[in-house]
């Protein structure tokens, strides 16, 4: 089974800086593209970063390009977002995603299906 366990959410004012990450359990992660999504009250669970096996193609939202940054290490099985320049309206709960392996392109980031998925950490971020 696929496992993934995010940490490193709370509570910080506009301006600061949180790194979430996420720890993967199975065999494949290396080959495995992997995803952070937010959901926000009332909104719908948007994908804002996105990384390929390799580290070789990435993809983010406009709303976080420029303050976020998405990276892994595939020896430690973990996938990180740092997160700079925090704003109210980064607040929301923060998932990591998987997708199971298969053919990829630099599009299948944003347009492939994420097939597992953490419980979620909460960011929340004051003015």
């Known amino acids: 089974q696929v496992q993934l366990v995010e940490s490193g959410g709370g509570s910080v004012q506009a301006g600061g800086s949180l790194r979430l990450s996420c720890v993967a359990s199975?065999?494949?992660?290396?080959?495995?593209?992997m995803g952070w999504f937010r959901q926000a009250p009332g909104k719908e669970r948007e994908l804002i970063a996105a990384i390929s096996g390799s580290s070789a193609f990435d993809h983010y939202a406009d709303s976080v390009k420029g303050r976020f940054a998405i990276s892994r290490d595939n020896a430690k099985k973990t996938v990180f977002l740092q997160m700079n320049s925090l704003i109210p309206e980064d607040t929301a709960v923060y998932y990591c995603a998987a997708q199971k392996p298969g053919q990829f392109s630099a599009g299948s980031l944003s347009r492939a299906p994420y097939d597992f998925w953490g419980r979620g950490t909460q960011v929340t971020v004051s003015s």
């Open positions: 199975g065999p494949t992660f290396s080959v495995s593209t």
